[in-house]
Structures are given as structure tokens and as C-alpha cells.
């Protein structure tokens, strides 16, 4: 097996955003494998804390039990991320975000149980996000373009916080364009054959915010493109489906007993 697997997760961006503005790496991925609108399950509203757990443990929010943006009192032990996982089986691993819950033991933490690069943050305003994204797509294409790194998560979370300031107009539709910038810087890094997976979380309501029921905050995207990605995605795809497909792609074997309520793109 000698490709590797990259998820970007790219926090609060609206599906209908991505027609807007101008995402050429984003495009790129799309074209090459395909892009398609989820819906954010049901079992959990529209929060990053389930968004990003569901997306990494491939179980939704009954069992890894995170609801919020707090996460404590999760199962994640139970139901580990699929970095863990695969350190466990003995692939090089890579993580970076900025979003504290994340890595850190921050509001519950971590999601991911390994930890990893997180950039100091002075405040949480639009600019200080959009310079940690740069910290993190710069320390990225470094190290997975080491050679070293068979599984990586690279989180961009400058579009949530900006929408959440300003809404989704001019501004938050510049980030997105911008967190495309930093998916390219990543992306041009990578040397071989990878499976590349986009996501984000939730959408985001006009005036910015989310949680609740409507389309706008409930619809999620991804977009997938790689030696294991089909060029049609399944119907049925959700953030469930992520961790699995990943640990297939490198040859993991799932083992029934670890309870995923996802299944490989291509089940």
C-alpha cells in the first residue's frame, strides 16, 4: 500500500459558498474525484464539537456522546479517532488545528487523542485566525511533505470565526477564497499518490451563526478525490462514512467490534 490519506477540515463553510467564490484547489479535488452536499446528522445540531467528533471517530453523536462544543463526559476513548487508530497499527500520523477541542484538553479535549501542532493565538478575531490557518497549512506542507506522515487531519478555521463576526457576506466569502489559498499550500506539498478528502462541519445562518435546523446550517459538504475515491459518491454519504473509508484505504481491515456507524465510500 503506498498512497497516504489527508482530510482538510475547513470549519463553516456554506455548500452554496463554494459557488460564489473562487476555490481552484477545492475545484481541483472535485473534478478529480467529486463534491457533494451532506446532511449534518440529525442525532446532534449543528455544532463543530459532534461535527468534528462524528468526522473522526466514524460514530455519531449517541455514541461518542458530544452534543456541544464542551466535550467532556465524551466516549472517545471507546470510539478513537482515526489517527489513533492508525499510530496504533504503526502509520506516521499528523494533526494541526488551531480549534482547541481539537488537540488540546481544552473544553473536554482532545478529539484527537494524539494531539498535535496547534499556533498560539493571541485573540480570537478574524485576522489572528487567518494567520494561525497560514501556521498550520505552512507546518503541514512541511511535514507531510517529509515523507514521514502516512494519515493527517489539517484543520482551517478562519471561515466560521469570520461568518460568526460578520455573517456571510463580502468578508466571509474573502476567507473561504483565502482557506482555499491554504488548502493549495498543503496540497503542493504532497509528493506520491494521496487519497484527499475536504469537509467542513456545518453551515451557517445569513447573518452568521449556527446550530439550529435550517438547510443553510444543516447542509455540510465533501468533497474527495485519490486511488480509493470513487468518481460518483454514494447517496447516503455523511461524516460517519470519513474515518472508515480512510482506515480502507490503507488496507485496515474494520473490525466489527469497534461499533462505526460509517462504511467506505464505496460500500
Known amino acids: 500500500m503506498t498512497h497516504k490519506v489527508l482530510v482538510l477540515g475547513i470549519d463553516g463553510v456554506r455548500y452554496d459558498a463554494l459557488q460564489q467564490v473562487r476555490t481552484p484547489h477545492l475545484d481541483a479535488i472535485a473534478a478529480a474525484g467529486f463534491i457533494r452536499p451532506i446532511r449534518v446528522d440529525d442525532a446532534a445540531p449543528t455544532i463543530s464539537g459532534p461535527g468534528w467528533a462524528t468526522v473522526a ?19 472517545l476513548h471507546t470510539y478513537p479517532d482515526f489517527l489513533t487508530r492508525l499510530s496504533q497499527l504503526g502509520f506516521g500520523t499528523y494533526a494541526a488545528a488551531a480549534w482547541q477541542p481539537l488537540l488540546s484538553s481544552d473544553s473536554g479535549g482532545p478529539v484527537f487523542l494524539g494531539g498535535g501542532f496547534q499556533p498560539a493565538m493571541d485573540s480570537h478575531d ?21 515523507g514521514d506522515v502516512s494519515a493527517a487531519f489539517v484543520y482551517l478555521g478562519a471561515p466560521d470565526e469570520v461568518a460568526h463576526q460578520s455573517g456571510t457576506g463580502p468578508e466571509y466569502l474573502e476567507t473561504v477564497e483565502g482557506a482555499d489559498i491554504m488548502v493549495g ?19 451557517h445562518i445569513d447573518g452568521g451563526g449556527h446550530g439550529g435546523d435550517s438547510e443553510f446550517e444543516r447542509t455540510a459538504w465533501v468533497a474527495a478525490c485519490g486511488p480509493t475515491i470513487p468518481t460518483t459518491a454514494p447517496e447516503s454519504l455523511g461524516h460517519k462514512d470519513i474515518h472508515p473509508h480512510l482506515l480502507t484505504s490503507l488496507g485496515v481491515d474494520l473490525d466489527p467490534a469497534w461499533g462505526l456507524d460509517g462504511k467506505p465510500f464505496d460500500s
Open 185 to 203: 499550500t498543503v496540497l503542493d506539498a504532497l509528493k506520491g499518490d494521496w487519497v484527499v478528502i475536504a469537509v467542513t462541519d456545518h453551515g
Open 57 to 75: 471517530t466514524g460514530v455519531l453523536a449517541p455514541k461518542h456522546q458530544i452534543y456541544g462544543n464542551d466535550l467532556a463526559g465524551n466516549a
Open 126 to 146: 478574524g485576522p489572528s485566525w487567518r494567520q494561525a490557518d497560514r501556521q498550520i497549512a505552512e507546518h503541514a506542507a512541511k511535514a507531510l511533505g517529509s
